[in-house]
Structure formats: structure tokens, C-alpha cells
């Protein structure tokens, strides 16, 4: 994934997903996971009820109508009758050395701030991860994490780190953030059904597979420059961008299959494996794809 986010759509579709959030007391950010419901930090709602919740997206405001507190991980998910606004693609994957970007409201900057990080690493349980940056700052909370290699968010902004210095001065260390992981703890159907969003929608995946084939192109190109033949590279172009869709599909199926070993719930276990034989479907069509581009190649090369 290229690092520079700025250029592309990934970027914009990252950025439609974000609220600015207030309360009485506080304030901080939230982001649409799933239709209807946004993610944010507890602490930045705690102590409001839902009428004094202040939830701001696209220059409108609204209100939850339903809160759900996984305190423990100290994440809210809230209940908003809004209709179609995107959703982030949630994804667990996040390693030490990642660059991170996120876009949240600190007080300061109540219109709006960016902000990249890099991740140092998780703590021992896996509950939290450390990403270093002297710009995390209240306002924060609740931010997504976006993962610059994976093009996915993989965590929520939970607080800044902060070292004493001299006395009472304190130096910005960076902060912590809520890994995904700990999300899909709290609401174990967040995945299937954030899944199932971008199964149906499908604008974030496929930024993912326009990057993904323009760096195979720029890698292919350093290495052996393509046929002469416009029409065989318009060919291998969509190969490429084929084989990545069946890439992605069945990354997810596994995913579905890693779900279905650890669910107890016979309903749920149903959904999953609706869910996998869907992917296989899909996985299978596009193999018939590729089968019918080699054919056309063979015959243009021979």
C-alpha cells in the first residue's frame, strides 16, 4: 500500500466516515462501522445520555437513539437513524513499523485535523496498541486508525501518552489506541456485518485493488517491460485486477471459516456459512475470468 494516502480515493472515502462528536462536558470523534451505527471511545460520552449527545456528520446534526458501552475496552457504539453514509473497512492487521494516518476534532481544531502515527507495537494482552506521535491529542478519542500499508482501519485512538519531564512539565510521548480485535470482543457481529457492507458496497474495495494493480503494474514495469501489444496489456490489466478481487475474497473467507470454528451460536454459524459459500461463489466466477483472458492472450501471442 502506497504510504502517500493523499492522492486517490481511499483517502476521501476515509474521511466521509468520520463525525465530530460533543457533549455537555467533553468532546472527541466517532466513525460509521456498520448502517446506523457509529464507534467512539466511552469516555468521550460518559457520564451523557443520548439526548445530549452531540453528533455532527456532513454539516448536519443528530442524536442516538440506542448506546451500547463495552466499557472494559472503554468503546461506545451508538444507534443514529441515519441513511446511506459509508462505513470504514475494519481489519485487524496492524504491525510494528506500520504508518498510521487519522483525521479526528481536537479542541483546537474543531473544523478538522489530520494526523499520521507510527505504530510501536501491542501491549502483552493485545488490548491496546502504542503508536508513537507528539500530536496525539485530546479530541482524538475515538478516531480511526487507518493502516497505510492495508489501506484498512485496524483501531480507535483511546488517549495520548505523556512522560514527566521537570516537575509538573510533560513531554508528548504519543498514545494508545483501541486495536479492532478488541472491537470485534465487544460486538462479535460487527465483523460479519461490516463484511457483508462492503460486500455490498463496494467503492473501498475496489481503491484497494486500483492501488494494489498500479503497484503491481510499477513493480512489473521495473522488471520487464509489457507486450507491445495494447491489446494483450489491456488484457493483463484486468488479469491482474481479477486476481486481486480473488486475493481479497478469499482473505475474507478465511476469515469467515476462523469465525465459524470459534461460534457457538447455531444462527450465527449459519450466517457464516451463507457467508463463505457466497465468497466461494464469487471466488469461483472469477477464476472463469482469468480462465477466459489466457485463452484470449494465448491467442493474440500465437
Known amino acids: 500500500m502506497k504510504n502517500d494516502i493523499d492522492t486517490g480515493r481511499l483517502y476521501e472515502l476515509f474521511r466521509n466516515c468520520i463525525v465530530r462528536m460533543k457533549t455537555l462536558d467533553t468532546f472527541g ?45 472503554d468503546l461506545a457504539l451508538l444507534r443514529v437513524e441515519v441513511e446511506n453514509h459509508p462505513c470504514v473497512f475494519l481489519d485487524e492487521e496492524a504491525l510494528p513499523g506500520d504508518e498510521f494516518y487519522s483525521y479526528g476534532y481536537p479542541e483546537q481544531n474543531r473544523d478538522g485535523a489530520s494526523i499520521t502515527m507510527i505504530c510501536e507495537g501491542p501491549t502483552d494482552n493485545k488490548r491496546l496498541l502504542t503508536v508513537k506521535d507528539e500530536n496525539v491529542r485530546p ?16 483501531g480507535v485512538i483511546k488517549s495520548e501518552r505523556k512522560s514527566p519531564v521537570n516537575g509538573n512539565i510533560l513531554r508528548a510521548l504519543g498514545g494508545q489506541a483501541i486495536p479492532t480485535g478488541r472491537i470485534f470482543d465487544g460486538w462479535s457481529n460487527l465483523k460479519i456485518s461490516n463484511q457483508e457492507f462492503h460486500q455490498k458496497y463496494q467503492n473501498w474495495r475496489k481503491e ?9 503494474n510499477s ?3 521495473s522488471i520487464n517491460s509489457s507486450s507491445d501489444n495494447p491489446r494483450i496489456r489491456s488484457l493483463e490489466n484486468r488479469k491482474q485486477i481479477i486476481e ?22 447455531l444462527a450465527r454459524r449459519t450466517q457464516l456459512n451463507t457467508q ?9 466466477e472469477l477464476y472463469d475470468k482469468v480462465d477466459e483472458i489466457n485463452k484470449q492472450i494465448n491467442k493474440l501471442i500465437n
Open 29 to 73: 470523534t466517532g466513525f460509521w462501522v456498520t448502517p446506523g451505527h457509529l464507534l467512539t471511545c466511552f469516555h468521550v460520552i460518559k457520564g451523557s445520555d443520548r439526548h445530549t449527545i452531540e453528533i455532527v456528520w456532513k454539516q448536519n446534526t443528530y442524536r442516538s437513539t440506542e448506546i451500547n458501552i463495552f466499557k472494559d475496552a
Open 219 to 221: 513493480e512489473q514495469h
Open 139 to 154: 479530541g482524538f478519542s475515538g478516531a480511526p486508525l487507518f493502516n497505510q500499508r492495508t489501506g484498512m482501519v485496524c
Open 276 to 284: 463463505v459459500d457466497n465468497y466461494s461463489t464469487e471466488i469461483n
Open 208 to 216: 484497494l485493488e486500483v492501488t494494489s494493480q498500479q503497484e503491481q
Open 244 to 265: 486481486s478481487q480473488i486475493v481479497e475474497l478469499e482473505r475474507l473467507s478465511n476469515l469467515c471459516l476462523q469465525d465459524i470454528k470459534a461460534e457457538t451460536n
